[in-house]
C-alpha cells in the first residue's frame, strides 16, 4: 500500500504559478512510476503529467506541455507539479497517482491515489 497526500492548491489569478506536492509514505517511493491527473467539475479526470521512477523520463498532455513541469525527489517521498502561465481552463482538483508497473496517461494504470488538491484560476 502506498499512501499519498496532496497539498499546494489556491485560488489564483490567470498567468500567475503554483506548485502542487504529493507525499507519499507507505511504501519505498522510488519503485513507483508517478503521475498527476485532474477532473474538471462534469468532466473525466484526464491526464497531465508523469514521472519515470528515477525521474529522468517525463511525459505531458499537450495542454500543459511547456507550462507545466513534473518533478520528484525520492529522498523526500515527494513529487511535484509546477505549474506556470495559468489559465482558467486549468481549473480542476488535482490528483496524484502511483503505479509499480505501468505509468503512461490512462487512469487505469495507477494502482494508488491521493485525495486531491483543489486548483482555481480565475481570469
Known amino acids: 500500500q502506498v499512501q499519498l497526500v496532496e497539498s499546494g492548491g489556491g485560488l489564483v489569478q490567470a498567468g500567475e504559478s503554483l506548485r502542487l506536492s504529493c507525499a507519499a509514505s507507505?511504501?519505498?517511493?522510488?519503485?513507483?512510476?508517478m503521475g498527476w491527473f485532474r477532473q474538471a467539475p462534469g468532466k473525466e479526470r484526464e491526464f497531465v503529467a508523469a514521472?519515470?521512477?528515477?525521474?529522468?523520463?517525463?511525459y505531458y498532455a499537450d495542454s500543459v506541455k511547456g507550462r507545466f513541469t513534473i518533478s520528484r525527489d525520492n529522498a523526500k517521498n515527494t513529487v511535484y507539479l509546477q505549474m506556470n502561465s495559468l489559465k482558467p481552463e486549468d481549473t480542476a482538483d488535482y490528483y496524484c497517482?502511483?503505479?509499480?508497473?505501468?505509468?503512461?496517461?490512462?487512469?487505469?494504470?495507477?494502482?494508488?491515489w491521493g485525495q486531491g488538491t483543489q486548483v482555481t484560476v480565475s481570469s
Open positions: 497517482a502511483a503505479s509499480p508497473l505501468y505509468s503512461g496517461s490512462q487512469p487505469s494504470n495507477y494502482d494508488y
Open positions: 514521472i519515470s521512477r528515477s525521474g529522468a523520463y517525463t
Open positions: 507507505g511504501r519505498t517511493f522510488s519503485n513507483y512510476r
